[in-house]
């Protein structure tokens, strides 16, 4: 069996990963009764080396819209650097793909540990020139640990559209110069 997909179909969307790629297609199916419903399907290919399954894809409907699940990875601090508090100044610019989606995981890392104390770590929308705090709680590494992903979503906050951009603002660091900060947004 071939990895290479089948010839796209102007009514498809694909996205391309490294180890993998996502086809959205609208499929026109006969419903019960009479008329039809217009329904998406999904279908994932994997690449050669790649060990993505299929099922690891969450996908759902939410108001009439096919959607499911896509992460987005920002390295806030180089893993050689040592981590600073302060606003983030580079943005992650939101393309088509995320419009309308909810932020539903923040994952944090560090490089190197700290030596004493918590690190914590803001979430920040910018829509039209007006910045909104996209968790509620914000996410703290505790001293000794690598990662966490602790922090309560705002549920005011937590929706994106295209051309939004996200910052990581950066309000506490553990004592002892911790190094490299790298965040995994999850969006449905």
Request: cysteine-free; hydrophobic content about 30%.
């Amino acid at each position: 069996m071939s990895n290479t997909p089948e010839q796209p179909n102007p009514s498809w969307k694909d996205y391309q990963y490294d180890s993998f790629m996502i086809r959205e297609k609208e499929l026109n199916k006969q419903t019960e009764g009479t008329g039809s419903a217009l329904q998406q399907g999904l279908e994932v290919t994997n690449f050669p080396d790649s060990s993505i399954e299929a099922s690891s894809i969450k996908a759902g409907t939410l108001n009439g819209d096919f959607k499911f699940q896509r992460s987005a990875s920002v390295v806030a601090v180089s893993s050689d650097t040592t981590i600073t508090t302060g606003d983030g100044t580079s943005a992650l610019a939101l393309p088509e793909m995320l419009n309308k989606a909810n932020l539903i995981n923040v994952l944090v890392t560090v490089h190197t540990l700290g030596t004493s104390g918590n690190t914590t770590v803001q979430i920040r929308r910018r829509r039209n020139g007006s910045d909104s705090d996209m968790l509620s709680t914000l996410i703290t590494i505790p001293y000794g640990s690598y990662y966490e992903d602790n922090g309560i979503i705002n549920p005011l906050y937590d929706d994106v559209l295209t051309g939004d951009q996200i910052y990581i603002d950066i309000d506490s660091v553990a004592g002892g110069s911790p190094k490299g900060l790298s965040v995994v947004l999850t969006f449905f």
